[in-house]
């Protein structure tokens, strides 16, 4: 995770603000400051899955999530959200979403898929993208949820299950899919490469390097091979950045980190990950089974990709309708004499959106990914190699390779409508908006805090 080092470029020095204007890194609003405690409280919980395996009943993350609506309305950040670029494609493709359910297959289950899930998504990112008022309070919720995936680490291995399928999974809850739970996990390796870049001791350092292996072999004991290609592509990424130094520390260090989990990886795991470049596995470990249902899934997932562009295609503007993938494919199967469908999401998100939501939605899912990507990029070309604005540098770099992994990964799963994207794209969000005024203070040009005015919703609340 080690960001190149380069000659510090020169800011762009901007005019000298007029007294009185109001900067991002002063003071926030009653609402926001507890809205903004209670996200931090729930991107913990959601990521790190607590209550998946304790304590259950208390209901802590739902009622949590009401609460930051309310204070996501009161102080008016969801307008905040709105104004930024990422924020405009998130409305674009939630319209879009919802203009998808009236040509839907089954309007009822698109209705509840809205509600149910992807409305919940967007109010996260609003909240996110929204609710920190500073570059301080972006990074405490990097560090929440940097910390909630060491925890889901943790649980994965004390409560996790490799029962029938010899893959590491969650018994109950979202990680219940391993190919979930390997993504997942994977995420938290950039994060934890964030703490160790800003680590001032060695025993700091140490503990972040201990938690991102620790991290890597509990996502190889996962199986999903989605997982091992978006980590391949996290290593090249890394590797492209880094100096000639680097490159070689990067060489060495995978090399040995790579042989190590290799040897403490279950064989017929290793089979699996054999399935994916051949159609058998090159070496047979004694567990035929799983290396034919590797295969198998393969194959079944070819099929359902070609599916799911075929029905883009045949409803190129609002798709089948939300969540109606499965319906389309079942109706599909019948009418080729067979009893039934696979009943199996399309494996893919971007043709999961696509195939559903029609290419306009496909547009603003990738837009939104892509100016995630291109904000984080932004502001580390803009601050690397300033030792003033080094941690900016190295949290714009490391939410960066998190979106990498993300857009790599969802090639192989679908999970276009769940929290992941909307967290993480918050975040760059609330990163592009905050950073400015952050690189001001720093280098003298700002002029003293004022406080931030949140919008409000009436001259009542504003009283």
């Keep these: 995770m080690t960001a190149a080092s380069v000659t510090p470029q020169p800011f762009i020095i901007r005019q000298q603000e007029a007294p009185g204007s109001v900067y991002s890194y002063g003071d926030t609003s009653a609402f926001q400051r507890l809205g903004f405690g209670i996200l931090i409280l729930y991107l913990f919980l959601i990521y790190s899955r607590i209550f998946d395996v304790k304590f259950s009943s208390l209901h802590i993350p739902g009622i949590s999530y009401r609460v930051i609506l309310v204070m996501v309305v009161l102080s008016g950040s969801f307008l905040t959200a709105l104004k930024t670029n990422i924020g405009k494609a998130m409305l674009g493709l939630t319209v879009w979403f919802v203009l998808a359910v009236p040509t839907s297959l089954w309007k009822g289950g698109s209705v509840q898929l809205l509600v149910g899930s992807w409305l919940p998504s967007f109010v996260i990112f609003l909240a996110t993208a929204g609710l920190a008022g500073n570059f301080a309070q972006c990074r405490r919720a990097v560090s929440a949820v940097t910390w909630a995936f060491f925890v889901l680490m943790l649980i994965a291995n004390l409560w996790g299950s490799t029962e029938e399928t010899g893959r590491l999974f969650l018994p109950h809850g979202k990680f219940s899919n391993p190919n979930e739970m390997g993504q997942a996990l994977l995420l938290g390796i950039p994060l934890w ?29 996962t199986g999903s091979r989605g997982a091992l290609v978006g980590f391949g592509v996290l290593l090249l990424c890394v590797f492209w950045r880094s100096s000639a130094g680097g490159k070689l520390k990067i060489v060495i260090g995978g090399a040995i980190l790579l042989m190590a989990i290799a040897g403490a990886m279950p064989k017929k795991l290793l089979s699996r990950y054999a399935t994916l470049s051949e159609e058998k596995g090159v070496v047979n470990y004694g567990d035929d089974q799983l290396e034919a249902s590797a295969i198998t899934s393969t194959a079944s997932r070819i099929q359902l990709l070609r599916k799911s562009i075929k029905y883009t295609f045949q409803h190129p503007l609002f798709g089948v309708g939300p969540g109606m993938f499965v319906v389309a494919e079942d109706a599909d199967a019948i009418a080729a004499g067979l009893r039934h469908g696979t009943w199996q999401g399309t494996h893919n998100s971007y043709t999961q959106v696509s195939s559903e939501l029609g290419i306009p939605g496909f547009i603003f899912y990738v837009l939104v990914i892509f100016l995630s990507l291109r904000t984080t990029a932004r502001i580390y070309r ?81 009283g």
């Design 193 to 221: 490469g964030l703490a160790l870049l800003n680590a001032k001791t060695a025993v700091t350092k140490a503990f972040a390097a201990g938690a991102m292996v620790a991290i890597l072999l509990t996502a190889s004991k």
């Design 382 to 462: 803009k601050t690397r190699g300033d030792p003033r604005v080094q941690d900016i540098a190295n949290i714009a770099v490391c939410l960066n390779y998190v979106l990498i992994v993300y857009a790599v990964t969802v090639f192989f799963d679908y999970i276009a409508y769940s929290s992941m994207l909307s967290v993480f794209s918050g975040l760059a969000a609330a990163l592009g908006r905050t950073v400015e005024a952050e690189i001001d203070r720093r280098i003298g040009l700002a002029p003293k805090p004022g406080p931030v005015h949140f919008p409000v919703l009436s001259p009542v609340l504003a």
